[in-house]
């Protein structure tokens, strides 16, 4: 079995798993150097690093890396006395580095104007791949997003029908409206997609907030929801506000430990603030022409 071909399929499938690999090794060992093992997110495993108790221990530690997405190490001593122990005999020592592997970032950006021009830009330099939907055939064409995966031009709700966020997917909504925004956050917020972002202010985070959940709409479904959207970093054009958003996506796919300044309002403490108004006037730069 190849087991870099399983690799690649299992990401093109949109799943998780984790790469085993034996990178150090003194002594007897049950298998050689640079032995790799694929854990998928099932449990199930392409590949060997030797059996027994250390590949047991590796698939524990591989579950814990798909659901953390860091990476890890793992040492072995294979000289136990076998009176006392379970385990190999081999009387070697072995390290094993164990990486996660994840699907493609997949980004679905909704709009086509200004703001979804540059964060097209950025987020592509930044690794990720793009699909573009908007309702403009003007503005949703390949000829202005070379390189998309895919371009939509049809009314949102047509859309819809045709994109199915994964759980490793991203999306960023900036529409030409209110109203358009509102219509894809309230379809975004039913799909797994891990991260959604919404253009514009937190008086409109918050009424739109308010509306939705009118509607029936969970709290709980808006806890993925960044918006305003973007670091706060002070952006104000388009080309700075996509930095602020891209630099965000990068901080949710790396999972960044460390508090980061965000402008979200939904992010710092929707709950109590859902009974509160925005001051008159009140706006962030991500209110730039989107």
Known sequence: MNIYEEIVKLQREGRRGAVA?????????????????????????AGTIGGGCVEAE???????????????????????????????????????????????????IFGAGHVALE??????????????????????????FPGAVQVVAHDFDESFKELAPAESSCIVIATRGHRDDMRVLRWAVQT??????????????ITVFRE????????????????????????????????????ELVAVRRRAERALPHMSWFQSGRHTAANESAAPGESLPARAEK
Do not use: H
């Open 21 to 45: 690999t034996i990178v150090n090794s003194r002594g007897s060992i049950p298998s050689f150097q640079s032995a790799k093992m694929l854990i998928r997110d099932d449990g199930t495993i």
């Open 119 to 144: 964060l097209f830009k950025g987020a592509r330099n930044a690794g990720f791949e793009c699909i573009v939907a908007d309702d403009r055939e003007a503005y949703a064409n390949a000829q202005r």
């Open 58 to 108: 590796v698939w524990q530690a591989a579950r814990e890396v798909i659901s953390s997405e860091k990476p890890r190490s793992l040492s072995f001593e294979l000289n136990q006395d076998p009176k006392y122990d379970t385990g190999l005999v081999c009387g070697g020592t072995l390290e094993i580095f164990i990486e996660p592997v994840l699907p493609s970032s997949l980004l679905y």
């Open 212 to 247: 939705l959940t009118r509607e029936g709409l969970s709290p709980e479904l808006f806890d993925r929801v960044y918006s305003p959207v973007g670091l706060d970093i002070g952006a104000v054009t388009p080309e700075e506000i996509a930095v602020s958003i891209v630099a």
């Open 192 to 205: 797994p997609a891990r991260y959604i972002g919404m253009v514009g202010s937190k008086r409109k985070a």
